[in-house]
């Protein structure tokens, strides 16, 4: 599924293990449906790449949970893959980032029509600010419809009962 086997990259990472992972990155390997590779971004077409530190478990449980986001909100017929690149090699892109690094948005409320200035989104009806999760959290009454409404936040959608 990716070009890189998991004994390649268990190769890699010895290897970097002198150096302290200096300048190594993980990042997320799409397969499209040409049997092309790409890297995946997230957000738009910035790429997003997670720092290789000293404790590799942490850094690849990070990776793991960036591929499980992307291919959350990705088309299902693409497959995901953790890979590993170097810091040279990331450097002749244009778009890319540190996943955790702030990179941020502005989002719209579409409850209240409040701006917020957020560093992530993951909405799949519309993003609502911290104010109006909290009242529906509550569940309150709601001045557009006149009823009853509560949110849940696994699914990520209002609920009206």
């Given at each position: 599924m990716s070009t890189q086997s998991k004994a390649q990259i268990e190769k890699i990472l010895?290897?970097?293990?002198?150096?302290?992972?200096?300048g190594l990155y993980w990042y997320i390997e799409a397969k499209l449906p040409s049997n092309i590779y790409s890297a995946a971004a997230y957000p738009g077409r910035y790429i997003p790449v997670i720092r290789v530190g000293p404790d590799i478990a942490e850094s690849r449980g990070l990776a793991i949970w960036l591929l499980m986001m992307i291919q959350?909100?990705?088309?299902?017929?693409?497959?995901?893959?953790?890979?590993?690149?170097?810091?040279?090699?990331?450097?002749?892109?244009?778009k890319w980032w540190v996943w955790g690094d702030p990179l941020c948005f502005d989002a719209v409320c579409y409850v209240c029509g409040q701006v917020v200035r957020t560093h992530y989104t993951i909405a799949i009806d519309g993003f609502?600010?911290?104010?109006?999760?909290?009242?529906?959290?509550?569940?309150?009454?709601?001045?557009?419809?006149?009823?009853?409404?509560?949110?849940?936040?696994?699914?990520?959608?209002?609920?009206?009962?």
């Open positions: 010895e290897r970097a293990s002198k150096f302290k992972y200096q959350s909100i990705a088309a299902p017929t693409l497959e995901f893959s953790i890979a590993l690149t170097s810091e040279d090699l990331i450097a002749k892109l244009k609502m600010c911290s104010d109006c999760a909290m009242s529906y959290e509550k569940g309150s009454y709601d001045d557009i419809t006149g009823e009853m409404s509560l949110l849940r936040y696994r699914e990520w959608r209002i609920c009206r009962d």
